[in-house]
């Protein structure tokens, strides 16, 4: 009876068990030697109106576009490629649109925007945007309120972040700014709230962006013993966010903000190599780039203890505490697909399986 009892109870943990599995990798434009390792930079993903799955990954050269689960680069979009040292790209979408941005300079500098509506036949830049005295020919990362049809844009110095309104998703337009937002390094932004990672002030903002003309701070928070306040993501209700410091040994952050005006840190986490880049959330899950140790998923059902669910290493060579490895990851798109890029160019696609009772 005993281990009748025991196999009943590892048939159901194996049908609700959360899994990353792997699809395939693809190896993009990057230039790998024993000192540097470059060319891969972030990923994002698009689904076109007959839901077929793309993803759009930073390399070397521009943003390559991958068909998933096929994994064929069906398109190659040019970006800038001068003075830089890492290559820096941010990819975001807005209907069949991408829009890009990259530290880099050259032919093709500037807010890029993109038409997907061709894949998997073709993909085509139809403008590239460089801002008021050209303050988006330098830019180092942006994001789009999807609900309400903006975007918002760091400036080639990182300040101000730039709004501009995608009314006309080819011939985006400036239509205010955020000032006093810090050294920015990242934001996120929905349904007119925008969270701001203000890189090394340390600290981090809140804002709401109803009236564009006319930013209002909501809070901003020093964090206590801070690294470099890398990224910021609310959770799905908006009370709570988590941060990134991109140093190491500078946990993973879950902020309450219940008093909105005076946030408390309530959970920390830290992975295998010690050095967190990017944390995402979808519902009760946090999915994570960190560097050496790979992509991993957080079960955040008890904010104060954040657990790991899954878990995929894209750079088995080592855990060693550097910035090489995993860049960027993505949430599950609606085939359950999770992306991951790293600075060696190679592209992972995983396949994400979460618990059967959700």
């Given at each position: 009876m005993r281990r009748l009892v025991l196999l009943a109870v590892l048939l159901a943990a194996s049908a609700s068990a959360q899994r990353l599995d792997l699809v395939g990798t693809v190896d993009l434009p990057a230039i790998v030697t024993d000192s540097l390792e470059t060319g891969g930079s972030d990923v994002w993903g698009y689904v076109a109106p007959d839901g077929s799955e793309y993803a759009l990954m930073?390399?070397?050269?521009?943003?390559?576009?991958?068909?998933?689960?096929?994994?064929?680069?069906?398109?190659?979009?040019?970006?800038?490629?001068?003075?830089?040292?890492?290559?820096?790209?941010?990819?975001?979408?807005y209907g069949?649109?991408?829009?890009?941005?990259?530290?880099?300079?050259?032919?093709?500098?500037?807010?890029?925007?993109?038409?997907?509506?061709?894949?998997?036949?073709?993909?085509?830049?139809?403008?590239?945007?460089?801002?008021?005295?050209?303050?988006?020919?330098?830019?180092?990362?942006?994001?789009?309120?999807?609900?309400?049809?903006?975007?918002?844009?760091?400036?080639?110095?990182?300040?101000?972040?730039?709004?501009?309104?995608?009314?006309?998703?080819?011939?985006?337009e400036v239509i205010g700014q955020m000032d006093d937002v810090g050294s920015v390094h990242d934001v996120y932004a929905y349904e007119d709230r925008v969270y701001v990672a203000e890189g090394r002030e340390p600290s981090?903002?809140?804002?709401?962006?109803?009236?564009?003309?006319?930013?209002?701070?909501?809070?901003?928070?020093?964090?206590?013993?801070?690294?470099?306040?890398h990224n910021i993501w609310p959770t799905a209700d908006g009370r709570h966010v988590l941060t990134t410091e991109e140093t190491a040994e500078k946990t993973v952050k879950v902020w309450d903000l219940s008093d909105v005006e005076n946030p408390e840190l309530v959970g920390e986490w830290l992975g295998a190599n010690r050095i967190a880049h990017n944390v995402l959330v979808d519902g009760r899950y946090a999915f994570l780039s960190h560097y050496t140790a790979g992509v991993y998923v957080l079960d955040l059902q008890d904010l104060t203890h954040p657990t790991v669910v899954a878990r995929h290493d894209t750079y088995?060579?080592?855990?060693?505490?550097?910035?090489?490895?995993?860049?960027?990851?993505?949430?599950?798109?609606?085939?359950?697909?999770?992306?991951?890029?790293?600075?060696?160019?190679?592209?992972?696609?995983?396949?994400?399986?979460?618990?059967?009772?959700?």
């Open positions: 930073g390399d070397i050269e521009g943003v390559s576009v991958v068909a998933v689960p096929s994994l064929e680069v069906v398109a190659h979009i040019p970006g800038a490629t001068e003075d830089a040292v890492w290559y820096w790209r941010d990819i975001k979408t069949p649109y991408a829009y890009i941005v990259t530290e880099a300079v050259g032919e093709h500098e500037g807010l890029q925007v993109v038409d997907l509506s061709g894949l998997p036949a073709r993909a085509e830049i139809v403008a590239e945007v460089k801002g008021p005295g050209d303050q988006l020919v330098s830019s180092h990362n942006l994001s789009i309120d999807t609900a309400t049809g903006f975007a918002y844009v760091l400036s080639s110095n990182g300040s101000p972040v730039y709004v501009l309104s995608l009314a006309n998703p080819e011939a985006p981090y903002s809140i804002w709401d962006l109803s009236d564009k003309s006319a930013p209002r701070l909501i809070t901003r928070v020093v964090v206590p013993n801070a690294g470099y306040v088995e060579r080592n855990d060693d505490v550097t910035m090489d490895g995993n860049w960027g990851v993505t949430l599950p798109s609606p085939g359950g697909y999770v992306y991951g890029s790293d600075g060696t160019g190679q592209l992972t696609v995983l396949r994400w399986t979460p618990p059967a009772d959700l």
